[in-house]
């Protein structure tokens, strides 16, 4: 925690050998004090390094807020504890990307674009058909938010804060529905078009599991249970993929070029593909291929990793784990479903929170530990999960593009500390 005097100081001193500066220091709402080190190489000719960027801020970001010692995540200041009980993901979406909880009318006009934009072009719906059906999702996903933008010319180019609630309700609408066909066309189903009077996740239900002969409905202990997995995933500041979405956007790059790149790296197993890893290690000490124990040894010699475990951020409980724990077993509850995955992860998190050395280096569940639970008490298909968590994450990914805009960034181009070889002259082929 930053002391008095730190959060008093206007600079920074910095003394290497015979050379000092003086650096400007900015404190954040939250009191988050940092050194900005924007005059460093003009004033010194040296660079800071960061393998990582553990302790390098990117940006200064109005949009979420997380104290990672004290477990607390806000989105524009509300807590997601209150968002989580009160909110939709669509008014959470919106609160993202606008700023603001929406007016009823401005919600209503909201809605009506995700409903005037929920289908996806013709042609387009014969491009999943070039997909194998063992093709990942994620990879389906980030190719055809790509070919959207083949389709949607007339918002790759935005001018104001129309165009750009235009660009997101296109998005949010179409990757619930581009991400459905990816299953469908996976599994050899016929596709169903979307319901405009449906809410969002009524919706997503209804084009993943509908037929064109059997119309489901759906539980609204489900429906509920979904809104609330999307809403806890909508936006986590700097990580991975948001910073990629980021560093995408700072090159002037459209707003689906920059999500389709997000879900890319959102895609790796230490990030959003960490929710299907956790799945799989329960499902073997499950089928007993491996026991607890005997996971906790693989893990303490550094020959697995406790997926769902630890964070860059959060020293304790991530707050939306906490969050889904409680909602899982509710779910499950509430259908009748009792799932075995769930009772060994409960003790795998009680054995591990025993131990020293998870304990020691602040590992905590996070939010890929009971997240695939929910999604499988609710029928999504595995190889789906992390589909799901970048459905979530797009309102985040929007908000961050549309503030790299609307601050002018300069390009992202990092600097680096090059440790290769000395200037040498080439050999020609015949004296190598
Ligand atoms: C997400 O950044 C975000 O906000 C991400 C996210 C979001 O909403 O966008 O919250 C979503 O990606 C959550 C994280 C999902 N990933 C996993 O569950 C994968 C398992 N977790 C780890 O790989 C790891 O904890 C990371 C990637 C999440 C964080 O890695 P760090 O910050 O680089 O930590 P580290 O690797 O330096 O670990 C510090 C120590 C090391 O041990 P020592 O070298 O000190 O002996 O802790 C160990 C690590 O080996 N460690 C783990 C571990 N996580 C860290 N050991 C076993 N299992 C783990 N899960």
Partial sequence: MPTPAMLAAKTAELTIGDCKTELPVVVGTEQEVAVDIEKLRAETGVITLDDGYRNTGSVKSDITFINGEEGILRYRGIPIEQLAENSTFIETAMLLIFGELPSADQFAHFRSLLSEHEMIHEAMRHSFLGFPATGHPMAILSSMINTLSCYNTDVLEMD?????????????????????????????????????????????????????????????????ALSLFLILHADHEQNCSTSTVRMVASSGANLFASCAAGVCALWGPLHGGANVAVIDQLQRIHHSDMSVPELMELVKQRKEKLYGFGHRVYRKYDPRAKILRQHVTKVLDKLGKPDPLLD?????????????????????????????????????????????????????????????????????????????????????????
């Fill in 344 to 432: 060994i992860a409960k003790e795998l998190e009680e054995v591990a929170l025993s131990d020293d050395f998870f304990v020691s280096r602040d590992l905590y569940p996070n939010v890929d530990f009971y997240s695939g639970i929910l999604l499988r008490a609710i029928g999504i298909p595995t190889n789906m999960y992390t589909v799901m968590f970048a459905i979530g994450r797009m309102p985040g990914w929007i908000a961050n593009w549309k503030e790299v805009r609307e601050a002018n960034s300069s390009i992202y181009r990092p600097r680096q500390v090059y440790t290769g070889q000395p200037k040498r002259d080439y050999v020609p082929f015949d004296q190598r």
């Fill in 160 to 224: 104001d804060e129309k165009d750009v609630e235009n660009a997101a309700a296109r998005l949010i609408s179409k990757i619930r529905t581009v991400a459905a066909y990816a299953y469908r066309t996976s599994q050899g189903l016929p596709l169903v078009y979307p319901e405009p009077e449906y809410s969002y996740c009524r919706n997503f239900m209804h084009l993943m599991f509908s037929s064109p002969t059997r119309q489901l409905e759906f539980d609204p202990d489900v429906l509920r």
